[in-house]
């Protein structure tokens, strides 16, 4: 170890072999480490609606779980159909009254129409959350800018077909760069070149 050469690893101590880089076991986060979750990014950028977009999906996981409780329609609340959900409730109180009040052939036949509505649900919840998803994802992603100037008319004026050789840059648009071109090789051939 005099020699001048480093020793990485086990190094012989009085305590017996220890490794001598063992800095990992005596690490402890500061604050410094979890500041920057609570950095705010929620301005209207890409990150701050990637942000606000991770909170609002719903994730198929938690609408299977929710169908558990499908008398009360949470796998609709969940998947913000608040009709399917209101209906499901009130399918729910009718089956639970009328069973109470002795109808039992009409409660049990509200009871089976729910229980085979929740198995129909079980095919339709990932389409309905991927829709519900989608839908999510345009509302965020169009919120994020007030949308176009007043006046504003795309590329090209509105007096204009897009052929339009005189632009604002300096530079011709492609078809009267074409047509510029067209015209040169035709005088080369009118003059004999």
């Not at 950095?39 to 890409?46: C, E, F, K, P, V």
């Not at 999906?57 to 609340?77: D, E, M, Q, T």
């Not at 509105?158 to 047509?179: I, K, V």
Request: with cysteine; aromatic share 8%.
């Amino acid at each position: 170890m005099g020699d001048g050469s480093a020793s990485f690893g086990p190094a012989a101590s009085p305590a017996g072999n220890r490794l001598v880089f063992n800095h990992i076991s005596r690490y402890q986060p500061s604050s410094l480490d979890l500041s920057w979750k609570q950095i705010d990014l929620a301005g209207g950028s890409l990150q701050g609606a990637n942000i606000r977009l991770t909170r609002l999906f719903k994730r198929r996981r938690i609408a299977y779980s929710r169908l558990l409780l499908f008398p009360v329609g949470a796998h609709r609340l969940y998947r913000e159909d608040r009709q399917g959900a209101l209906l499901h409730c009130i399918a729910t109180a009718v089956a639970i009254l009328s069973l109470a009040a002795g109808a039992t052939l009409f409660g049990g036949a509200m009871g089976l129409a729910i229980i085979g509505r929740a198995l129909l649900d079980i095919r339709w919840i990932d389409s309905t959350v991927a829709r519900t998803n989608k839908r999510l994802q345009v509302d965020v992603y169009m919120s994020q800018t007030a949308g176009a100037p007043a006046g504003y008319h795309g590329r090209f004026g509105p007096d204009t077909t897009g052929d339009d050789t005189r632009r604002d840059e300096g530079s011709p648009s492609f078809s009267a760069q074409e047509r510029q071109l067209r015209d040169a090789a035709a005088r080369r051939r009118g003059s004999g070149q």
